[in-house]
């Protein structure tokens, strides 16, 4: 078995990053994030990202809103933002408050912006496999993932448990791309899904994204397979300091004795998240250069 090091493959990301922002002329590129509450994964999120874009040499700021704000009130700063030349990529960190529309929130992001890729014209540029717009982080970093370590994609019957807007939907039209790293054949399975136990045992590939953890066991596939684990879970562990331990959506100890690669959580997609998420401001900011030339 080959544990893929999200860890290595986003270092190796973010280091040319920044030896391509450190050559930029001018101001260099600029991100906003946009936090509502005061949930505490959305604060270390935040926080971890704001970091990254700082090392990369980025400017970044953090705009915080209370957890009841008014729709009006968020949509009047995003708009702000998305008239402000200086900021080249706007983030809005999920979940919102249940008062608050996800997908209206995102479609207010200009799309020139939408560095999340959540935005619905960047999502039907993507399925239209239009390559200027921005692809969603997750599965941006899923493709990484399997690129650096040599899996190939075409031709594979490629499982996706889960199908939201997130991972899910955006990775299978990634995968489904007529290109050397898509060219998969594709089976999204969610919590409406028949047989389930025999759809994932003819993958090649399966990726899982559903939020529960340990939820995809050793008896459910076949050997030799690559298992992309998405899932970031806590569960409780007296024996740690916090009182909790993250783990992922794949019972890691026993599928790992089958497989022929697999991401372990912590350290596999969550890093490349973020690295795509650089990739893509950096991108915004070439792109916005052009058009307020």
Known sequence: MELIDGNRIAGKIIKDLKKEVSQLSGPPPAITFIKVGEDPASIAYVNRKQKIARELGMLSQIIDFPQNVTQKSLYQKIHELNQDNSIHGILIQSPLPPHLD????????????????????????????????????????????????????????????????????????????????????????????????????????????????????VDMIRKDIVVIDVGINRIKDPSTNLGYRLVGDVDFDNVSKIVSKITPVPGGVGPMTVAMLMKNTLKAYHQQKKINK
């Open 102 to 217: 996800e997908k209206e929130v995102f479609n207010q992001v200009s799309p020139l912006k939408d560095v999340d890729g959540f935005n619905a014209a960047n999502l039907g540029k993507l399925c239209q496999e239009d390559d200027t717009g921005f692809i969603a982080c997750t599965p941006a970093g899923i493709i990484e993932l399997l690129k650096a370590s040599n899996v190939t994609t075409e031709g594979k019957h490629i499982v996706i448990l889960g199908r939201s807007l997130i991972v899910g939907k955006p990775a299978a039209l990634l995968l489904l791309k007529k290109s050397p790293l898509g060219n998969a054949t594709v089976t999204i399975c969610h919590s409406k899904t028949k047989n389930l136990s025999s759809i994932l045992k003819q993958a090649d590939i399966i990726i899982v994204a559903i939020g529960q953890p340990h939820f995809l066991k």
